[in-house]
């Protein structure tokens, strides 16, 4: 339970270097939200599963989370003299409704430790200063991305929970479930946290010729904290009708399989796991590949 208090003494907040690179803002960012959590595990005497942004926006002196009709908008932080006020889309699921209150958490984190200085020395290399903009924000949002994570899913807890039930493509939906997030946030979440080295990826059905392709969409892994930040890439992007992806994606059950994977210019064969989640357009097929087996 109290595995936590080793992040709660501050000193990340104090000792912030004036200019950052991303690996030490992502860090800052994550330490803060480590030590949020570990606040709300102190106060309530338990570190079990889910934490709710209702919590943790108590903490951090948020007023009740409203829901709302928000049209295509995700959330909203409102900023009063004294306090914030959250604003969630009550259209979409929980799981993703938790998300995006955990991520406008995130932002008050992301102002409170000063970030945009790192922000701010994001150069991007163009004469377009739109592209610039761009980049920026799409950074700031991944800070408070990586916050979010951490506060739904704390590292310390959800490996527990994961070493428990088996570093496997059965576990993700009973993770997701028990974390109040959703199928793909749980599924990359494993890939972050898993001791033994393993990779996420996510293949959705593609092109016009019928039966269609399984394209390979994003990929996440090994371990953020790893040391090698080898990049493994999927040889073949588009796999084609039929495949045991396919019938992963056709069927309920898991499929096992082997891929053939691209890193530092060296191919590898890993083994993998496949699973079906979501119906309709939505289907999507996750895999773990693992390194080390
Ligand atoms: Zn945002």
Request: hydrophobic share 40%; with cysteine.
């Amino acid at each position: 339970m109290s595995a936590y208090s080793l992040f709660s003494d501050g000193t990340a907040r104090q000792e912030s270097p004036v200019s950052l690179n991303l690996e030490q803002a992502t860090s800052l960012i994550t330490d803060r939200a480590k030590q949020l959590v570990n606040q709300l595990i102190n106060d309530r005497g338990h570190d079990e599963p889910p934490f709710l942004p209702e919590e943790l926006a108590h903490l951090q002196g948020i007023k009740p989370i409203v829901r709302a009709d928000l049209g295509k908008t995700s959330a909203v932080l409102l900023r009063f003299h004294d306090s914030y006020v959250i604003k969630v889309n009550q259209n979409h699921s929980l799981a993703r409704q938790n998300f995006s209150c955990a991520h406008e958490i995130g932002h008050i984190l992301f102002n409170e430790l000063k970030l945009e200085r790192y922000i701010r020395s994001i150069e991007y290399r163009t004469f377009n200063p739109q592209g610039e903009q761009k980049a920026r924000a799409a950074a700031r949002e991944r800070l408070c991305d990586a916050a979010a994570t951490e506060l739904l899913m704390p590292e310390l807890v959800f490996g527990k929970y994961l070493s428990g039930f088996g570093v496997s493509v059965h576990s993700i939906e009973r993770l997701a479930n028990i974390f109040r997030v959703s199928i793909r946030a749980a599924a990359w979440r494993i890939a972050e946290v898993s001791v033994e080295p393993c990779i996420t990826l996510l293949w959705q059905l593609w092109g016009r010729s019928k039966p269609k392709g399984l394209r390979f969409m994003w990929r996440v892994g090994p371990g953020r904290e790893s040391r090698s930040k080898a990049n493994y890439i999927p040889v073949h992007t588009l796999v084609r009708y039929p495949s045991k992806l396919h019938r992963a994606y056709e069927h309920a059950s898991p499929v096992k399989s082997s891929k053939l994977f691209k890193v530092d210019n060296v191919i590898k064969r890993l083994p993998m796991e496949s699973k079906g989640f979501g119906h309709g357009d939505a289907r999507r097929v996750i895999s773990l590949a693992f390194l080390g087996r």
